[in-house]
């Protein structure tokens, strides 16, 4: 496999972590999340086949390879990895694994030019209303993750790799290309950061894993009106059990209750009151 990959300069570790951090936990038989420092990566199918979804935060390949064989024994590789979107705790181990494994990676087709090198995010913004976290994002990375030769658009049919039953929905706002996966059969989502189940800008709700449904994470979401109609997309799914790309998986009511709360509210709890991509 050639070595073309390249992380972005800035790539680099960042030390936070929760309560929740090296812990997994199954949503159905086939779906399981664990959850990297303050991120959480998705395992979809079994032994016979299976796929990931993200790629967790810079330096972690080695944990992420170590609990792939935990838990699908020694040699496990997947059919293919797709990344929700490619901010830097979502990407954070991908050359690696790729090299790794030596297999295909997808995304969405507006998100290829920040995974190829071509272009970088917008500078997360520190000035955003919000907690610690917020005021501490100018350290994290926004320059782009290069997995060219490696990485293409997923299936303009809706389809994704490897994953049968399922259907990705483009929901930008938070990136542009940001898509959340979505399974008609039993109405699991994965939603990526179109919404989060933990407060991301809050150091203290970040460390004890508070659990509530919040927009996405305010310091990188660069289109509000496009954030807010992602979430009406999802919550119009209604998702029986959503898995996030920050904090715990929601299930039933609470989750029912969460989004339809979240949707009404969008402009007055989810959209800050400051900052500059406001």
């Given amino acids: 496999m050639s070595q073309d990959m390249n992380y972005s300069d800035d790539n680099k570790f960042i030390p936070v972590t929760s309560i ?4 997994g936990k199954h949503v159905t038989l086939d779906l399981y999340y664990y959850t990297n420092q303050v991120v959480n990566i998705c395992i ?26 935990n ?16 901010h830097f705790d979502h990407v954070g181990a991908s050359v690696e694994l790729v090299r790794h494994w030596g297999v295909p990676v997808y ?23 919000g907690g610690l976290v917020a005021k501490v994002s100018s350290y994290f990375p926004n320059e782009s993750t ?18 049968e039953g399922w259907r990705w929905v483009h929901t930008p706002g938070h990136s542009p290309g940001h898509v959340s996966l979505f399974r008609e059969s039993d109405h699991i989502l994965i939603a990526g950061d179109a919404f989060v189940t933990v407060r991301q800008d809050s150091l203290y709700k970040v460390l004890v894993q508070q659990q509530e449904v919040c927009g996405p994470p305010r ?34 009511e609470e989750l029912a209750n969460g989004l339809t ?10 959209i800050p009151d400051y900052g500059k991509y406001v």
């Fill in 261 to 270: 709360k979240l949707v009404q509210d969008f402009e007055s709890v989810a």
């Fill in 219 to 252: 310091y990188f979401t660069t289109d509000w009106h496009a954030a807010l109609e992602s979430v009406k997309k999802l919550e119009s799914l209604n998702p029986q059990v959503a898995v996030t790309g920050h904090g715990p998986a929601m299930e039933g």
């Fill in 107 to 129: 995304a969405h087709e507006l998100e290829l030019p920040y995974l190829t090198g071509k272009s970088d995010y917008p500078e997360p913004d520190p000035s955003v209303e």
């Fill in 146 to 163: 290069d997995l060219s030769g490696h990485i293409q658009a997923l299936p303009a049919d809706g389809t994704v790799p490897g994953m």
């Fill in 44 to 69: 979809y199918g079994n032994s016979e086949g299976w796929v990931l979804i993200d790629t967790g935060m810079p330096k972690s390949a080695g944990e992420i390879l170590s609990v792939v064989e």
């Fill in 20 to 23: 929740a951090s090296h812990s």
């Fill in 71 to 86: 838990y699908l024994g020694k040699g496990a590789r997947p059919k293919a990895i797709i990344l929700t979107h490619g």
